[in-house]
């Protein structure tokens, strides 16, 4: 099926730099027996290689650049603060093994996005996380913010991607956020799925929600020159 | 959505006749023959989205949608589930039940008929229904997630409003369970016969 080849494609363009080993490692033994079959017979090496290298920006609609890289300024976000929040030790217990492992798929997702996009990435803004870094009770109550916002984003654009490889990887990621939501409101201890539908946000919604966080201080630029980084 | 909590049944949150709902509607009537044989064979070589096929693709969710109902009303009546575990079967089995309805009204009188279950152990002790019910949800992600490109744009987001609730339940039971909520970068999908198979092995009798 297309779609799957796209999608193990886009995972090779993460895997390149091993950033999946690094979630893989601490996941791996939670996977089921089923699944962890399913990973190895799937013949995702062979498709891997036959397909890779085939999304490049240089194939993908204006459109399509333009969502990825608003995508990948909400990752940039993500990661940033997971990985900040990691080093200030301000988590402990299990939140503090949940936000190593998200940060680690944030970072993933950050370079999977950069490596597609190639020079037409934005580069990574300036953040100011405002202190919720630094401890963990509003660490976790932003990370419920951040992630809800990440499932509503996805979902408003997912639909509007041209490119197939694209459209299966970014459907394959939102459900990754929905996931990341669900555990940070476990943690916060509040209702990891509060509605039977999950509703689509806007990107002049996002926008606005994210400028009200102040997080932001410095835009992101276009054009990025930056080599892809390891760190979040 | 408001749907099925409120009056009028509105899908996934399209509130007007698009969606699930106008999309399937649409071709409810030269699909009438489509049933259960061709079910299973979505996902492989899928000619381009069409209204036709989302039905089809529809039709397979159902199934999934009637698993998870059956699953969770066997496992709060049998397996004796209390606390958080229990929290937790009570508000997918509302979310299942809106989905369910959902799709049933979009595919209209095509819809296939409730089949049947046998679930054996897994909806008889909390153990195996919390075993039982991360592998089900993690299929309810990957089964939509596997059908996402072969989808009309508009039926696809209202899948899309869907498949992050199975997620959340997927995360949620898992970090009951003392699992990993979230073990992939991205979730892999699954095709309409590896769905099939997995809903087979948990308990659908189709």
Known sequence: MEGEAGFYEFLAAVDRDGAIAETKAVAEASLSRRRLLALVTGGAGALLLSRVGEARAASLSKSDVSILNYALVLEYLQSSFYTEAERNGALSGETAKAARIVGAVERAHVKAFRKLLGLQAVKRPTFNFQGTTEQQEPFLKTAVAFEDLAVAAYKGQAPKLQSKPVLVAAVGIHSVEARHAAWMRELFGITPAVRAFDKPASRARIDEIVASTHFIVKAPKMKSREKPKSTG | ?206
């Not at chain 2, 209204?51 to 699953?71: C, M, N, P, S, W």
């Not at chain 2, 072969?150 to 959340?168: D, F, G, H």
């Open chain 2, 1 to 206: 959505m408001a749907g099925v909590e409120g009056d009028g049944v509105k899908v996934g949150g399209v509130s007007s006749r698009s969606g699930l709902i106008g999309g399937a509607a649409a071709v409810v009537g030269a699909l009438a023959f489509s049933r259960v044989g061709r079910l299973f064979e979505i996902g492989e070589a899928l000619a381009a989205p069409s209204k036709g096929q989302d039905i089809r693709i529809l039709q397979l969710v159902l199934q999934l949608e009637y698993t998870q109902v059956a699953f969770y009303e066997q496992a709060l009546a049998q397996a004796g589930l209390s606390g958080e575990l229990r929290d937790f079967a009570q508000t997918a089995l509302g979310h299942e039940r809106a989905h369910l309805a959902a799709i049933k009204s979009a595919l209209g009188p095509t819809a296939n008929a409730k089949p049947g279950f046998d679930f054996g152990e897994k909806t008889k002790s909390a153990d195996r229904f919390r075993k039982a019910a991360i592998e089900l949800e993690d299929i309810a992600v990957a089964g939509y997630n596997g059908q996402a490109a072969n989808l009309t744009k508009q039926t696809l987001a209202a899948a899309a409003e869907i498949v992050s609730v199975e997620a959340r339940h997927a995360a949620w039971v898992r970090a009951i369970a003392g699992e990993i909520a979230a073990p992939e970068p991205i979730d892999t999908p699954m095709t309409a016969k590896q769905v099939a198979d997995g809903l087979h092995e948990i308990g659908l009798r189709a």
